[in-house]
């Protein structure tokens, strides 16, 4: 009789066992679906910007992750990111993949850029990263383009902004634009042009641009969004 109760436990924990194990592989199963799941949805939210890309630390025409742009953005952020720079054709395409995905008025525009959902990577147009890189790698040019070099030092800094969380544009473009002496002299320009930079920027891009998104009346010195409310410079 102890031989058959003995017999009869060990047959309940063989059976318990089997249930045990088959309940985690159905979790397990269950768990990949989600995380599948979660994947498609990251897909469909997302244009294709955090594939792998190489890593040149020279200007370059293709699309790469530029590593000296990447480590300056982290420093203005606070965070980590990565900047990556893409050539016109996949520029093109994360354009149309934007606008498709998001709405027509998301397009970053041939020079543009944008800021991943998760802020993880600085996505930079040809016309933007080439100018950057230029600095960076060679030095600020003799006879500098000022206005198309404000404007790509511009939106790192406003890029960067977005990386630091935060969301509203006003807001980034405002502190970006006080940044802007800050970002051009971690690119490598002397602290007289890095004024001249974000001077050009506010009298040449920010007081003209006519999208209120972009624009805030508290943007301004002694204004609500000044960074420096102690002092009278500006930007």
């Known amino acids: 009789m102890a031989g058959t109760n003995s017999g009869k436990r060990r047959v309940r924990r063989l059976a318990l066992t089997a249930v045990c194990a088959a309940a985690f592989w159905i979790l397990a199963w269950f768990a990949s679906l989600s995380f599948d799941a979660a994947k498609a949805s990251q897909a469909a939210r997302y244009p294709h910007d955090w594939g792998p890309l190489p890593s040149f630390a020279s200007p370059s025409a293709t699309s790469h992750i530029d590593p000296r742009l990447s480590r300056i953005a982290r420093t203005i952020a606070g965070r980590d990111t990565e900047v990556r720079c893409w050539s016109e054709y996949d520029w093109i395409e994360l354009r149309r993949e934007i606008t498709s995905r998001w709405s027509l008025a998301d397009d ?26 230029q600095l960076v790698y060679r030095g600020l040019d003799p006879h500098p383009d000022w206005d198309g070099l404000s404007w790509a030092v511009s939106l790192l800094s406003h890029e960067s ?3 630091s969380g935060i969301d509203l544009e006003a807001a980034a473009e ?9 970002t051009a002299r971690t690119l490598g320009i002397d602290e007289t042009n890095a004024r001249i930079l974000a001077r050009r920027y506010w009298s040449r891009w920010y007081l003209t641009q006519d999208d209120p998104e972009y624009r805030s009346p508290e943007c301004r010195d002694g204004g609500r969004l000044d960074l420096h409310p102690e002092s009278n410079v500006w930007p």
């Open 108 to 133: 970053p525009g041939p020079y543009g850029a944008f800021t991943s959902l998760d802020r993880e990577r600085i996505n930079l147009s040809p016309p933007v990263c080439g100018p950057l890189e």
């Open 161 to 163: 902004m977005h990386v």
């Open 174 to 182: 405002c502190y970006g634009v006080q940044r802007i002496p800050a």
